[in-house]
């Protein structure tokens, strides 16, 4: 009898258990149903309606084409993906940041090509059908395997936000091309990672360098990369599903996260207002310095002091043609002007070490070079991001000056991009490691070469708007 009893009880036990999952399932059946006939499709058709290019969105198509051509070749062999049939999901080999980021980045630029007209089957050698059948493959291929949809999947990591936002950017590019099970799959991964990242991914605050009383409390450390990749899947989402019930508390989240990203000490305390609230309301703490600098890696390092520029979620809301939140314009003159007009004094020192020979600003008069004053770590050739971010201020700025600067520093920084792919006849970029020691440095000129890419068309055909409302 005791024995029966106990049978009975495990029974019920199991089957409500089972019933409890099945409601689960349902609930999130219902949310992801809702989120699919809330998804805003990109329109399209400015792009390929009649317009004036420039000279620096040429030159980033040029460098995009190459990134696209290289992508779609040599890259595809050695990413062991060659002979693949299309309807497979590819083996992505691993779950961690060069396993996934690299194939999420390359899907995107890919997607920014195709949709916007650029892609041009000539210059790349690879038929139309065929690019979007393999950015296609991809964005099934990462989604699938991302840990919403597959036992042990990528995902919940320390980066994994920026990698889904790229993923799911170039997801919503090519909406159009996915089967519904993808689709599906994508919005899983979406709502995994953004309700991950609202968590603070678990931690007690944001991240900063120092906190509200100036002490710094990451020593060599900024968390303005971080803050600014851990935002980027929030603001692909409130994007691309502007009326989702969600959509509101994903939006503030990366208000706070942007601003976070790039405040200085002093504006902690301010009292001017960023999209409904105060800015000592918002922040935590500040991520760079007063000058505009930022410290990571123990040393003052231009690479991070564009990098929240670089992750910026502008382009996303600009190309759903919504109102872009002012947040995420705030400090760009201060680290522009950081970068062309601060004069670094051979034998200063400064955080992380003594500025170095010849001394002088970070962006060289004139040219497309650029002086790291005290080194990098990870090489002098990387220049996209430098481009990139010149591309973002003059969108940012309200600055004639500024804008005309930056429109002429972008065009010199890209000229020397294209010039180090002009080496290859495949369109990547490199030589090796000794100009840039990230092991993704390809797949991360990709990126940024798309970023451009769609900020200077954008530019051209829908002026942006801006928005300094609550969320």
Not at 103 to 126: R, W
Not at 188 to 215: H, Q, S
Not at 438 to 455: D, F, G, H, L, Q
């Amino acid at each position: 009898m005791i024995k029966i009893k106990i049978y009975a009880v495990f029974l019920f036990c199991l089957i409500s258990s089972s019933i409890n999952a099945q409601v689960e399932a349902s609930k999130t059946d219902i949310d992801i149903n809702e989120q699919l006939k809330s998804v805003k499709l990109i329109d399209w058709s400015r792009f390929h309606a009649s317009y004036s290019a420039t000279n620096n969105q040429q030159l980033a198509g040029k460098i995009l084409l190459n990134c696209n051509k290289y992508a779609l070749t040599n890259w595809w062999k050695l990413r062991g993906f060659e002979g693949a049939p299309a309807s497979d999901y590819l083996n992505l080999k691993g779950i961690t940041e060069h396993f996934i980021r690299p194939i999420a980045a390359e899907a995107e630029a890919l997607a920014v090509s195709l949709k916007t007209g650029l892609y041009n089957e000539a210059a790349t050698g690879v038929p139309v059908n065929e690019a979007e059948s393999k950015t296609v493959q991809m964005i099934r291929s990462l989604a699938h395997a991302h840990r919403a949809n597959s036992e042990g999947g990528w995902g919940k990591h320390w980066q994994s936000a920026l990698w889904a936002g790229y993923a799911t950017s170039a997801a919503w590019m090519m909406w159009d091309k996915l089967d519904l099970q993808t689709k599906r799959e994508v919005l899983a991964m979406v709502n995994f990672e953004c309700n991950w990242i609202m968590t603070n991914k678990g931690l007690p605050t944001i991240k900063v360098y120092r906190d509200r009383n100036g002490k710094i409390a990451s020593p060599g450390d900024t968390g303005s990369e971080e803050n600014a990749w851990d935002g980027l899947i929030l603001g692909v989402a409130s994007a691309m599903m502007p009326k989702l019930y969600e959509t509101g508390k994903w939006t503030n989240k990366l208000v706070s996260l942007s601003l976070n990203a790039m405040a200085r000490p002093s504006d902690v305390k301010s009292d001017k207002k960023y999209n409904g609230k105060p800015l000592t309301e918002w922040l935590v703490g500040s991520n760079i310095n007063e000058d505009g600098t930022a410290v990571n890696h123990h040393f003052i390092h231009p690479d991070y002091m564009v990098s929240a520029f670089e992750l910026n979620s502008a382009k996303y809301f600009w190309l759903a043609n919504n109102k872009i939140p002012k947040a995420f314009t705030l400090n760009a003159d201060l680290v522009f002007h950081a970068l062309a007009d601060l004069n670094f004094k051979v034998g200063d020192k400064l955080e992380g070490g003594t500025v170095q020979e010849p001394g002088g600003t970070i962006f060289i008069k004139d040219s497309g070079e650029v002086f790291y004053p005290l080194g990098t770590d990870w090489g002098k050739g990387r220049r996209m991001h430098f481009a990139m971010f010149n591309s973002i201020i003059t969108v940012f700025s309200l600055d004639k000056q500024v804008k005309q600067r930056a429109e002429q520093w972008q065009l010199l920084q890209g000229r020397v991009a294209l010039n180090m792919q002009n080496r290859f006849n495949d369109g990547h970029t490199y030589i090796d490691k000794s100009e840039d020691n990230y092991v993704s440095r390809e797949e991360w000129v990709a990126n940024k070469a798309a970023t451009s890419y769609i900020i200077e068309t954008l530019k051209i055909v829908n002026k942006p708007k801006f928005t300094n409302r609550s969320f």
